[in-house]
């Protein structure tokens, strides 16, 4: 059974940064492409950013891209996301998802596995 446990999360100040860890266990992690979403206060989820199984091939929403970056450490069975420049409209919880695929996907419908969420609140 394919587990995804989100840590990391906590209360930032607006420019702070914080690193969140989707830690993998009862698979073999590489085989799957994985994603960060969030999901703010009376809003959808929302596709954050994905990484391949690889670690080779990676994406971020263009309203994160250039203060999130996604990594992963096959060898450890985790995938992180490190955030920097945080605002209080990157508050949300934050979940990571695992599919059986080389790439990530968009759409939360073609995820397997997902966490149980990690909450990231922002203050100004």
């Known amino acids: 059974q394919v587990q995804l446990v989100e840590s990391g999360g906590g209360l930032v100040q607006a420019g702070g940064s914080l690193r969140l860890s989707c830690a993998a266990s009862g698979c073999t992690f590489s085989s799957y492409a994985v994603g960060w979403f969030r999901q703010g206060p009376g809003k959808e989820r929302e596709f954050v950013a994905g990484i391949s199984r690889s670690g080779d091939s990676t994406h971020a929403r263009v309203y994160v891209r250039g203060r999130f970056t996604i990594s992963r450490d096959n060898a450890k069975n985790t995938v992180y996301l490190q955030m920097n420049n945080l605002k209080p409209e990157d508050t949300a919880v934050y979940y990571c998802?695992?599919?059986?695929?080389?790439?990530?996907?968009?759409?939360?419908?073609?995820?397997?596995?997902w966490g149980q969420g990690t909450q990231v609140t922002v203050s100004s």
């Open positions: 998802a695992a599919r059986v695929a080389e790439y990530y996907s968009g759409s939360a419908s073609n995820y397997d596995y």
